[in-house]
């Protein structure tokens, strides 16, 4: 076209079957209906063509579809982290680090 757009129309596949053009079928008929309407948006999002509007990594991670499938971190994790973090805010006080604060020393056998 003049505007320098391209039209694209549908052609067919190997099989010889015939294709209509890119956004002609909807969501629910692409996914045979097998997708909740959370997916569907999460997919519609993510695959949108204007790089503009598609989501980003970090927008797809808080997408409410993917937030309900992750699963949550059992409370027994969730404490023993917090212990690990103020363990190691307790040694670096005293001047030491996680492994410890003892000394290696490597000999060439003339000590």
């Given at each position: 076209m003049s505007d320098g757009t391209v039209a694209v129309s549908g052609g067919r596949s190997k099989r010889g079957k015939p294709r209509g053009p890119p956004g002609s079928r909807s969501w629910n008929t692409a996914l045979k209906n097998q997708g909740d309407d959370l997916f569907i948006d999460f997919l519609r999002r993510c695959l949108d063509w204007d790089p503009d509007t598609r989501l980003t990594p970090q927008?797809?991670?808080?997408?409410?579809?993917?937030?309900?499938?992750?699963?949550?971190?059992?409370?027994?994790?969730?404490?023993?982290?917090?212990?690990?973090?103020?363990?190691?805010?307790?040694?670096?006080?005293?001047?030491?680090?996680y492994l410890g604060s003892s000394e290696v020393r490597l000999s060439d056998g003339n000590d």
């Open positions: 927008q797809a991670l808080k997408h409410p579809w993917l937030r309900r499938r992750l699963p949550r971190p059992p409370e027994c994790c969730v404490n023993l982290i917090s212990m690990e973090s103020s363990t190691d805010t307790s040694l670096a006080a005293f001047g030491g680090d």
